[in-house]
């Protein structure tokens, strides 16, 4: 019974460079968030989706920043043009259904902008 | 503005002994409360939750206690064992699906 899967765990991107992040949720669950935890910070929400939908992006930053989680397939985080504080670890989530209260999280991307 | 807190960075407590994790809240929509344990380059397992109509939730040596009242929280870990050395992270919920972490709680059980 797998877990929430991410990959890649390390990656390095150079600035302006574009990041993909990838996240298949747990077998069974049809919500994905994504959270993003900067150096000696708490997770912070960034975006929550179904197949095919974007529920709440209330997290997102305006700009360079979107998510997908297309019918087949993992979710995928893209950052567009990079810049330093990009850099953090990226954690995805999922969950069984709606009001389903825990999260259960992957094991992270960290992420490193040069 | 930070809805979930966690004053203290960090606690240090001997093998055996009862280890209290604190976590204050300000957002009275908060309905559901979670606790994680990570360890270093690795996501957060999720350890307890407790729903805002309960005052306490048991699991083995974890004790989750709320208090509504005074919008605060507590993880009671007893007896504390070595394994258990990881940052704690409060989570809490309310009207929508997003969580709201506080900035952890470093614990450090010593043999």
């Known amino acids: 019974n797998a877990g929430v899967m991410q990959n890649p765990r390390h990656l390095v991107r150079r600035r302006g460079q574009e990041a993909r992040l990838r996240c298949s949720p747990m077998k069974g669950h049809s919500h994905v968030y994504w959270y993003r935890q900067l150096p000696e910070e708490g997770l912070k929400f960034m975006v929550y989706?179904?197949?095919?939908?974007?529920?709440?992006e209330s997290g997102m930053p305006k700009e360079r920043f979107s998510a997908e989680f297309p019918k087949e397939g993992p979710s995928i985080l893209r950052i567009q043009q990079v810049v330093r504080g990009d850099s953090a670890a990226y954690f995805c989530?999922?969950?069984?259904?709606?009001?389903?209260?825990?999260?259960?999280f992957g094991p992270g991307t960290r992420l490193t902008v040069l | 503005d930070q809805q979930v807190k966690q004053n203290s960075p960090s606690l240090s407590v001997q093998e055996g002994r009862i280890s209290i994790l604190n976590c204050d809240y300000t957002n009275s929509m908060f309905d559901y409360f979670l606790w994680y344990k990570k360890y270093p380059a690795e996501g957060p397992t999720f350890l307890i939750s407790?729903?805002?109509?309960?005052d306490k939730n048991e699991d083995g040596r974890f004790t989750v206690f709320l208090n509504k009242s005074a919008k605060h929280l507590s993880l009671h870990i007893v007896p504390s064992q070595p394994g258990d050395s990881a940052v704690y992270f409060c989570?809490?919920?309310?009207?929508?699906?997003?969580?709201?972490f506080g900035k952890g709680t470093k614990l450090t059980v010593n043999p």
């Open positions: 989570a809490a919920k309310g009207g929508s699906e997003k969580l709201v």
């Open positions: 407790i729903s805002s109509i309960k």
């Open positions: 989530a999922s969950s069984r259904i709606i009001g389903g209260n825990e999260q259960f």
């Open positions: 989706l179904q197949k095919e939908n974007i529920i709440d």
